[in-house]
């Protein structure tokens, strides 16, 4: 890979130990994936954050990297493992908050917004079109490849931090325009509504083509949150990094749709939910907001729940910054005023509440994965009304 003369100075350590590490980091990168040099990027994400995940030794690495660097771009992280402001109500154990706060703290140390959300593109870190970026969190890789046109691979939560730290890295794959090929068409046979059907949809796709770029045909009426679910099942069942959607990815026009092609009709969506449905005698908890909620899910829910007293635990997580858009409009205190609980800056996957919890029902094909790979238990994949229908009545 070519590197400039600035690029080599940096890599024989001109300008201190981290950067140095974080051009190794990237150099290694670049010559595994065969990437003819470094460009610049306009933001990074990093995932990797909370303490349960990346524990002592990588708090140790984090701080190894953090002495005298300062990221070179704008640059956001996944959620940790509580609620910054809530942490009492959580009940989380003192050396646990404690750690965590050592992870925070030396992200911001680097310059880093303590965003700690999974979905940077509602509020925190939207990029432009056609501008390249190195994010962590595959489910907002996906999204911010095929919903906004910007170009990134899925990047690990310490090659995101390598390229914060240099504003650069290597191109090959996402960043070219033979990268984001797509190799299925995949025609969608009928029309969805709900955004449990596109987390769904996403599974049952990966499940057949793999991690390969799919061409979608079909998809009317989307937004950005079932968009949002779509990424989120494509990225975890198989790893897919982007897909194209006729009429709505920015650059669908500058690819043929692929001749191999599947067709996905109401039968298969149906078939889909069954197989994302263990058999759950009595739900522990209902959980919305993996990826994060949006605005317009929580006044969902608000609106749902407004009024009512609910009968089984409901958790809903967030990013900080649409926490705060939701506590303006009165959302927050509805659905706390039913029993309700809403977290900012983590989720029940990287938190350790998670652990505590024998059965779940929630709205994302995600967290189906997450919840029984990681935890081990039960859960019941439906659409988010469902899902608060059941908090309410508790059957
Ligand atoms: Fe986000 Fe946690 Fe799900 S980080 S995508 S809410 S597993």
């Known amino acids: 890979m070519y590197l400039t003369r600035e690029e080599e100075k940096i890599l024989d350590g001109e300008y201190g130990y981290g950067y140095k590490k974080a051009m190794e980091i990237l150099v290694a990168i670049g010559k595994i994936y065969e990437a003819d040099r470094l460009i610049d990027i306009s933001s990074a994400h990093i995932s990797g954050v909370s303490y349960k995940n990346i524990g002592d030794e990588g708090v140790e690495f984090l701080k190894e990297m953090a002495k005298n660097s300062r990221v070179r771009v704008p640059t956001t992280i996944n959620p940790g493992g509580f609620d910054l402001n809530n942490w009492k109500r959580m009940n989380i154990d003192r050396r646990f ?39 962590a969190e595959s489910s907002a890789v996906t999204l911010v ?24 890295t290597p ?8 990268g984001r090929m797509p190799k299925y068409t995949i025609k969608l046979k009928t029309r969805l509504n709900k955004m449990s059907e596109y987390g769904v949809l996403g599974y049952l ?25 779509l990424a989120a099942s494509l990225a975890t069942y198989a790893g897919t990094p982007m897909f194209h959607i006729e009429g709505l990815t920015p650059e669908y026009m500058e690819y043929e749709p692929p001749k191999e092609k599947i067709s996905i009709d109401e039968e298969d969506i149906s078939k889909g939910f069954k197989r994302l ?32 007293s609910l009968k089984k635990k409901l958790v809903v997580t967030t990013a900080r910054s649409t926490y705060k858009l939701a506590v303006q409009q009165g959302f927050i205190d509805e659905i706390e005023n039913a029993g309700g609980e809403v977290y900012a800056d ?7 509440i998670g ?17 029984r790979g990681v935890n081990n238990i039960p859960v019941y994949v439906a659409d988010l009304e469902e899902c608060i229908e059941t908090a309410l009545t508790g059957e």
């Open 145 to 168: 490849n095929s919903l906004i046109g910007a170009y990134t691979n899925r990047e690990s939560g310490i090659s995101a931090l390598a390229a914060a730290l240099l504003g650069k």
């Open 277 to 308: 449905r263990d058999v759950v005698n009595s739900v522990d908890m209902v959980w919305i907001g993996c990826p994060h909620a949006s605005i317009s899910e929580i006044k969902t829910i608000s609106n749902l729940v407004k009024g009512k």
């Open 97 to 135: 908050i404690e750690k965590q706060m050592d992870v925070i703290n030396t992200f911001q140390a680097m310059g880093i917004k303590p965003s700690l959300s999974c979905t940077p593109y509602y509020n925190d870190n939207l990029p432009n079109r056609g501008e390249h970026v190195a994010w």
């Open 355 to 371: 652990e505590k919890i024998r059965s779940i029902m929630t709205n994302s094909a995600k967290a189906f994965y997450y919840l």
């Open 171 to 178: 191109r090959y794959g996402l960043h070219t325009y033979e």
């Open 205 to 229: 796709i990966s499940d057949i083509i793999g991690n390969n770029i799919p061409y979608i045909k079909g998809i009317k009426n989307s937004d950005i949150d079932k968009m949002k679910y």
């Open 346 to 352: 983590t989720c029940i996957i990287v938190s350790p």
